[in-house]
């Protein structure tokens, strides 16, 4: 969620503890003029590790972890989900909990004191969703996983599983529409059996402060999902990598929304996530 407010010599206003801007003036806590949620520096520097590392799974769990803090803030009253960005044709995803062909695990209610790899403890795709997937099904994460390694990429999660150091791991996988069937996914081309899935979750939200008010959120979004001025689409390129934004809808979030509660640290009931504008 990004500000555009700017302060007479043109830099970007502060931030309050609560992550919030502080607005042009530096009052917007008294005011109300701003209800960005900006994303802080760490963020930043994860996104500059996943270009340097070129990583395409790193990629994948920063555009997710984007989506996490939306819904998140969403489910708090904060904000409101906005637009959905459209990449190489989709605006979703899934995580998958895999292991390799030759493995006798079959189904996700078989794990029982397995090896697990993950990218990491912040990872959506590579951890996070996974587990909260397995939790949602009643699956006991301490009976089933006897090792949790964490590796610190999609490919080491891959490499971990397939060369048999650990039996099972999570990674990002693209879905067919119609069967379900990957199309792309952080295991390449490799020989694996999926276990569980979870999903489709958006691969990345656009939202708005809850208090923006309602005509400018709608004006907003309009510009968004009818691009007709050129400089507006080569803008929206370069800062959100397309062009192409769909509107969300409840069934955008459910998947989400019903995995937010089980999440690790995440036990408690959440509000609707779309709020009453």
Known sequence: VRCVHRRPDGRAPGRRRDGRCAGPDGIAHRRRQCGAVHLGAAHARAKRHARSE???GALEDLQATRALLAAQAAHDGRAVPLALPVRNGVSSYSTALFVAERSKLRRAEDLAGVRAAWVDRQSVSGYLLARAALRARGIDLERAFAVNRF???HDAVVQAVLDGSADVGATFVYLDDLNAAPVRAGWGSANVRVLAHAGPIPADILAAGARVPAAI??????LLLNQRHAGLRDATTKLFGTSVFVAP???HLDALAA???SLDEQAQPRPPLFPKR
């Open 54 to 56: 070129r990583d395409v």
């Open 151 to 153: 590796v610190g990429s």
């Open 217 to 222: 959120f709608q004006q907003v979004q309009r």
């Open 249 to 251: 809808i409840a069934s």
């Open 259 to 261: 995995l937010l509660p």
